[in-house]
C-alpha cells in the first residue's frame, strides 16, 4: 500500500482541537483508574495527554446520559484575582480556607445551575428548593464562574477585615466557610444526581499562572473542595487535573499528603503504547484495517531501519521524546512539512536524510519549550543549557560535577535569572535538576524496573520514576536536545 505524503498528518498538538481523538483514542490502566472514579486528580507534564483523557471521559459520560459541567481555561484569570484580592499579610487571614470554601460554593451553584439548564422538571418535589434558591440568589448574579468565586471570597474578607465584633465575625465566617446557605440543597442535589450522575472537570489551571499567593491558594483551595465534594456526594464527581511541575512546586497540595495520594493518579507513557498512538492516527488518516499490527503501519510511513547505526525509525523518534504524545506527533508532522516544502518529494516511507531535515528545528523547539515549561521553578534555565553547547554529550560524574561547579562558582557565564537560583547550590542538586527536567539520563546499573526497550543503557526521569543519583557514575545529555546544541559523540 501506498499512502500520499499529501494527505499525510499525525495529529494536531493539542486534545482541544483534536477531531481525531476519540477514534484514535489509546486507552490505559489511567484512563481506566480515572473513568471509574477511582482516581480524581490527574497530573501529567506538558502534552501528556492530560486534556485528551478528559475529553474522553466526558464523552464517555455524554454518551451515558449523564451531566457534564467543564470549567474553562478563559474562565481563570491569576492576575484578576491578586487584584482584587488582598494579601494574605494585609487581611491576615488564611487564603487556602477561604478558597476551599469559595470553590466549593461555586462548584456546587454550577452544577445546580447546569441541572436547570439541562432542562429537567425541577418546579415540583424536593427539587423544587434548588429552582427557589437560584431564582432567588443567581438569577440576574454574574454567570461567570470567576466572578462567583471572587464575590464569594470578597463576603469573607469583608467580614476578616472588617470593623465587627468578635463574637458577630466568627460567627459570620462560619456561616461562609460552612456554606450555610447552601447547606440545605446537598443532599436534594445529590439525589438529583443519582438519576443522572454529574462530573465536573477543571483542566488546564496551569494557563496564565503567575505563582502567585493567590494562584496557589486558588489551586490548593480547589484541591481542597473537590476532595471534600467527592467524599461528601455519591453521584456527583470532580475531575482536576494539573501539570505535574506545578503540584511539585506547590506543597499546601501535598500536606495532606496521605489522603490525597491514594486519589491521584500520574499519566505516564512507555514505547509500545506510543507507538499505538501514532500509529492509530496514521490508520485513521488512510482508512487502514483496524487489524493491521502498529508496527506495519508505521512502516508505511517510515523505513524500517535507518541508515544511521542501522537504527530502528521508531526507536530513532521515540528516543528524541521525553514520552510524550504531542511531541512525537509533533516530530512526525515536522518531518512531513519539511518533506512537503520541497520541490522534489520523493514518497514514502521516510528515510534517515528526511528524519534528519527536521531533527534540529524539533530539537530547538523542544529545548526551548521546556525551559519555558520550567520557567517558574528554573527561570533561565535555557542559559544554563546553553553552557554544553558544542561539547561531547557523554560525561562521567566528575566531568559533569565540573562543569557544574564551574557555572556554581560563576566560573561560566549563566542569565540573571539562572543567577537567582543555581549559584550557592550542590552541584549534586544541579545534577538532580537536570534530570528532572529530562536534558541528562543516567547510565543505569543493574537491574532496575524501568519503562525501557532492553538494550538501551541510559534512562531518563521519563521512564523511571526513581533512582538514586547519587550512585550513578555515567550520564549523557539527552538526545532530544543535542542537535541544537551541537553536541558531539566522545572520543572514548
Ligand atoms: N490517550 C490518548 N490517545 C490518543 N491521543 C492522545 C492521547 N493522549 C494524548 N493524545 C494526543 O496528544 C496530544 C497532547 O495531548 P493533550 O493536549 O491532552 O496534552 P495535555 O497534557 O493536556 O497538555 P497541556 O499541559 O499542554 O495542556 C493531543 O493531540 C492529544 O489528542
Ligand atoms: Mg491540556
Known amino acids: ?15 482541544e482541537r483534536d477531531d481525531d481523538l476519540i477514534s484514535c483514542f489509546v486507552t490505559s490502566e489511567t484512563y481506566n483508574r480515572v473513568s471509574q472514579g477511582k482516581k480524581t486528580i490527574l ?3 506538558r502534552g501528556t495527554g492530560k486534556s485528551a483523557l478528559f475529553k474522553k471521559i466526558a464523552d464517555d459520560e455524554k454518551l451515558k446520559g449523564n451531566l457534564i459541567v467543564q470549567l474553562a481555561p478563559e474562565e481563570y484569570s491569576y492576575e484578576l484575582l491578586s487584584q482584587s484580592m488582598k494579601k494574605e499579610v494585609e487581611g491576615s487571614w488564611a487564603k487556602h480556607g477561604a478558597y476551599a470554601a469559595a470553590w466549593k460554593y461555586l462548584i456546587l451553584v454550577v452544577v445546580m445551575k447546569n441541572f436547570i439548564k439541562s432542562g429537567k422538571k425541577f418546579k415540583h418535589g424536593p427539587e423544587a428548593k434548588i429552582y427557589q434558591y437560584l431564582r432567588d440568589n443567581h438569577k440576574d448574579v454574574d454567570t461567570n464562574p470567576l466572578g462567583m468565586l471572587i464575590s464569594y471570597l470578597k463576603r469573607m474578607e469583608g467580614i476578616k477585615i472588617g470593623k465587627y465584633e468578635a463574637g458577630i465575625k466568627a460567627q459570620e465566617l462560619k456561616k461562609l466557610y460552612s456554606l450555610e446557605e447552601i447547606n440545605h440543597l446537598t443532599s436534594v442535589l445529590d439525589n438529583v444526581c443519582a438519576k443522572n450522575n454529574a ?15 493567590d494562584a496557589i491558594s486558588y489551586v490548593a483551595g480547589l484541591f481542597q473542595a473537590a476532595i471534600s465534594i467527592n467524599t461528601q456526594f455519591k453521584n456527583l464527581r470532580v475531575l482536576l487535573s494539573l501539570r505535574k511541575e506545578l503540584y511539585d512546586n506547590i506543597p499546601a497540595l501535598y500536606d495532606d499528603a496521605q489522603k490525597v495520594r491514594d486519589i491521584i493518579e500520574t499519566i505516564e507513557w512507555d514505547e509500545p503504547k506510543l507507538l499505538e498512538l501514532i500509529s492509530k492516527r496514521i490508520s485513521n488518516k488512510f482508512n487502514i484495517d483496524k487489524n493491521v499490527p502498529f508496527e506495519e503501519i508505521w512502516n508505511l510511513t517510515f523505513q524500517d531501519t535507518l541508515e544511521y547505526r542501522q537504527t530502528k525509525s521508531f526507536n530513532y523518534i521515540v528516543d528524541r521524546t521525553l514520552y510524550r504524545p504531542r511531541e512525537i506527533i509533533q516530530f512526525c508532522n515536522d518531518i512531513a512539512e519539511g518533506l512537503r516544502g520541497q520541490l522534489f518529494q520523493g514518497s514514502l516511507p521516510f528515510d534517515y536524510k528526511q528524519i534528519a531535515d527536521a531533527e534540529y528545528g524539533y530539537s530547538e523547539a523542544r529545548l526551548k519549550d521546556i525551559c519555558s515549561e520550567y520557567r517558574f521553578q528554573y527561570p533561565g534555565l535555557q542559559s544554563i543549557l546553553e553552557t554544553f553547547r558544542g561539547k561531547s554529550y557523554t560525561f562521567t560524574r566528575d566531568e559533569l560535577e565540573e562543569q557544574l561547579f564551574k557555572i556554581v562558582f560563576e566560573d561560566i557565564p549563566v542569565s540573571k535569572e539562572a543567577k537567582t537560583w543555581c549559584v550557592d547550590i550542590e552541584p549534586d542538586i544541579l545534577i538532580e535538576i537536570l534530570w528532572i527536567v529530562g536534558f541528562i539520563r543516567a547510565q543505569a546499573v543493574g537491574g532496575l524496573k524501568a519503562r525501557r526497550r532492553s538494550g538501551s543503557r541510559y534512562l531518563g526521569s521519563h521512564q523511571i520514576s526513581s533512582l538514586n543519583l547519587k550512585n550513578i557514575q555515567r550520564f549523557h545529555i539527552h538526545p532530544m536536545f543535542r542537535t541544537y546544541l551541537g553536541l558531539k559523540e566522545s572520543k572514548g
Open 199 to 213: 462530573i465536573v472537570f477543571v483542566d488546564e489551571l496551569d494557563k496564565g499562572w503567575d505563582a502567585s499567593e
Open 1 to 15: 500500500m501506498e499512502l500520499s505524503l499529501e494527505k499525510l498528518s499525525f495529529g494536531v498538538p493539542a486534545a
Open 43 to 45: 497530573l501529567g507534564n
